[in-house]
């Protein structure tokens, strides 16, 4: 569905925006839905993650989440208990969010997924979209990347669930404090920083927006143990294709292999990434850090043809 279909549909699938944005009386609709498999074992943190991941799309558009659906896929061998470990974890991020969880629909599969169908609000004219970014705007990321590095590297035994709990944690963060940082100050594009990695979600933001962007590495937050693993290779099957869908509009620049891996890293449930007016951009790193949330600045906006990436 496009805008235009409908008069009262702001925002649909054409600009891969995070959510749909359909007008009701005086508020836009924030709609929006994310299901996953595990992307780790305990059942608890993939409901927490999967929760926080579905919740992130409302955020990264400025608004709140007021219900959510539960989307359960699960084998019928599994203990009932599992699953109810997965609901109770995604329950409890969504209360945490303020919001309620109020259905869902449950079948048979033998692979496990689980995700939700969020719905949020925002005053029409705060809506904050995944274009119209400018030349000149200062990128802001909030939660650090290689997480799909890290989970790839749990799943091949190489660290364990205790040994990333701080990573697991990053996943279930929530982004609402950072969602109302950016309300505070106002900035120009925002969107979630997930199965495309920091670059590929870059790209999208610089396309729409009609300018291309520039990626500064020595500036990019990385957990630690990532670049070592990228060496070794260790890396989710799915970044092959990013690297590969990237190197058409990309200018690698100083990124090895290494860093290819990790700009193209799909994250899950990654942080926010703003376009920010540069004017603006010391009082959002303010806002952000009076929240207690991490924030980096990772590039710019820049003049160019509309979606080139250039890494320096
Ligand atoms: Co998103
Ligand atoms: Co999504």
């Known amino acids: 569905m496009h805008p235009g279909e409908s008069d009262d549909l702001l925002v649909g699938f054409d600009t891969s925006d995070d959510a749909a944005v359909y007008l009701m009386g ?7 839905v994310d299901f996953f498999t595990p992307m780790v074992d ?6 927490r993650i999967t929760a926080a991941n579905s919740l992130s799309d409302i955020y990264a558009m400025g608004g709140r989440p007021l ?13 009932p208990e599992v699953t109810a470990e997965v609901l109770r974890g995604g329950a409890d991020k969504v209360r945490e969010a303020g919001a309620v969880i109020v259905g869902g629909h ?11 169908s969020v719905m949020g609000v925002c005053e029409p004219d705060k809506v904050v979209r995944n274009v119209g970014a400018k030349p000149g705007d200062l990128l ?4 650090r990347i290689g997480v799909g590095i890290l ?30 940082a950016m309300l505070e100050v106002g900035v120009h594009a925002a969107t979630d920083i997930t199965g495309f990695g920091l670059a590929g979600h870059a790209r999208e933001m610089a396309h729409g927006s009609g300018c291309a962007c520039q990626i500064e590495l020595a500036r990019v937050p990385v957990w630690p143990k990532v670049m070592e693993y990228a060496e070794a290779m260790v890396r989710p099957g799915r970044t092959a294709d990013v690297v590969a869908y990237l190197d058409a509009f990309t200018e690698w620049g100083p990124a090895d292999f290494v860093w290819k891996s990790i700009l193209a890293d799909p994250q899950t449930s990654g942080g926010l990434m ?31 043809e509309a979606g080139t990436i250039r890494i320096v």
């Open 26 to 32: 005086d508020q836009a609709l924030l709609l929006t």
């Open 42 to 47: 305990d059942p608890y943190d993939f409901g």
């Open 67 to 79: 219900t959510a659906m539960n989307l359960v896929a699960m084998p019928c061998s599994l203990p």
């Open 106 to 116: 449950t079948i048979d599969d033998k692979e496990p997924k689980y995700g939700l």
């Open 140 to 143: 802001v990321l909030t939660k």
């Open 151 to 180: 989970n790839t590297a749990i799943k091949q035994g190489l660290e364990t669930e205790e040994s990333q709990r701080d990573v697991i944690e990053s996943m279930a963060h929530l982004n609402r404090a950072a969602a109302e």
């Open 274 to 304: 703003m376009a920010v007016a540069p004017s603006r951009a010391d009082a959002l790193l303010a806002a952000l850090a009076s929240r207690g949330e991490e924030a980096a600045i990772v590039g710019r906006m820049a003049d160019g």
